[in-house]
């Protein structure tokens, strides 16, 4: 399958606009299991040939250009190949670079975008090149960006510790909300606080988060992290209660959960 996989890449590194592919996800990092999908990143810039990606990608499959997916995971398709699922991401290019240089000056931002329940958290871009694998790269400029990437910027691991602050503001407003017994707003503010104390750990410790999942379970892992981090986020996500007094109970919990969070990252 490897070897399909590397074929692949060679083949799509020759479309009209594509400057190369990197293989992204679990098996870039070594963690896949038998059934983990192939994930492939398409690099482009200004605007990939779609008809010769249609006609690599076969009439059956469905090719969603720049925007297809959302402003953030831009396009691509879903393939399967002797039984796997190979899911083709396209990235533009000097939109990775834009944002590669923003994170660079501590600038980030969370877009809404389909699939990413706690929003596109833009250093996911320069993360994905950094923890991915040159597949294809006739110019060896995927290489020379994850080269670049390959250092955590300091100035992004400040803003994305300092954005704990957002944590305190939500739970402020979850407050409000429990006393009226509005579970819906109280558990999106709950979610959020631990996917943005989540985010802060991994960046306290300069390791790419690229989305939710799997995000909770090497977070708790960290060096630093508290001791009952984990137990206590499953906790308010699983169960944060119907009552006032429930929800007001869980409230209380996340707040000292992001107390200690924030006292461990040495704000």
């Given at each position: 399958?490897?070897?399909?996989i590397e074929?692949?890449?060679?083949q799509?590194?020759?479309v009209?606009?594509v400057?190369?592919?990197?293989?992204?996800?679990?098996?870039?990092?070594?963690?896949e299991r038998?059934e983990?999908d192939w994930d492939?990143?398409?690099y482009?810039?200004?605007?990939p040939?779609l008809?010769?990606l249609r006609?690599l990608a076969g009439?059956?499959?469905?090719?969603?250009?720049p925007g297809g997916w959302?402003?953030?995971?831009n396009?691509?398709a879903?393939?399967r190949?002797?039984?796997?699922?190979?899911?083709?991401?396209?990235?533009?290019?000097d939109?990775v670079g834009?944002?590669?240089?923003d994170c660079?000056?501590?600038?980030?931002?969370?877009?809404?975008?389909?699939g990413?329940?706690l929003?596109?958290?833009?250093?996911?871009?320069?993360g994905?090149?950094?923890?991915?694998?040159?597949?294809?790269?006739?110019?060896g400029?995927?290489t020379?960006?994850?080269e670049?990437?390959?250092?955590?910027p300091?100035?992004?691991?400040?803003?994305?510790?300092?954005?704990?602050?957002?944590?305190g503001?939500l739970?402020d407003?979850?407050?409000?909300?429990?006393a009226?017994?509005?579970?819906l707003?109280v558990?999106?503010?709950?979610?959020?606080?631990v996917?943005?104390?989540?985010?802060a750990?991994?960046?306290h410790?300069?390791r790419?988060?690229?989305n939710?999942?799997?995000a909770?379970?090497v977070?708790?892992?960290l060096?630093?992290?508290?001791?009952d981090?984990?137990?206590t986020?499953?906790?308010?996500?699983?169960?944060?209660g119907?009552?006032?007094?429930?929800?007001t109970?869980a409230?209380a919990?996340?707040?000292?959960?992001t107390r200690?969070?924030?006292a461990?990252?040495g704000?």
């Amino acid at each position: 399958m490897r070897t399909v996989i590397e074929n692949m890449a060679s083949q799509l590194a020759r479309v009209p606009g594509v400057v190369g592919v990197m293989l992204g996800g679990s098996r870039a990092r070594g963690e896949e299991r038998p059934e983990s999908d192939w994930d492939l990143g398409v690099y482009y810039r200004g605007a990939p040939d779609l008809d010769a990606l249609r006609a690599l990608a076969g009439p059956e499959v469905e090719v969603a250009g720049p925007g297809g997916w959302g402003p953030w995971v831009n396009g691509g398709a879903w393939l399967r190949v002797e039984g796997v699922a190979v899911d083709w991401i396209l990235r533009d290019l000097d939109r990775v670079g834009r944002v590669w240089a923003d994170c660079r000056r501590g600038r980030f931002e969370v877009g809404t975008q389909a699939g990413h329940p706690l929003g596109f958290w833009s250093p996911c871009y320069p993360g994905e090149v950094a923890l991915g694998l040159p597949l294809a790269d006739p110019t060896g400029e995927l290489t020379r960006l994850k080269e670049q990437a390959a250092d955590y910027p300091e100035p992004l691991r400040d803003a994305l510790t300092a954005a704990t602050w957002e944590a305190g503001f939500l739970l402020d407003t979850a407050a409000k909300s429990a006393a009226r017994a509005d579970a819906l707003h109280v558990s999106l503010c709950l979610s959020r606080t631990v996917g943005i104390l989540v985010q802060a750990l991994h960046a306290h410790h300069r390791r790419w988060c690229l989305n939710e999942k799997g995000a909770l379970a090497v977070a708790e892992q960290l060096p630093d992290t508290p001791a009952d981090f984990g137990t206590t986020a499953r906790g308010l996500l699983a169960a944060p209660g119907g009552s006032a007094a429930e929800l007001t109970a869980a409230v209380a919990r996340a707040r000292e959960l992001t107390r200690e969070t924030v006292a461990a990252l040495g704000r």
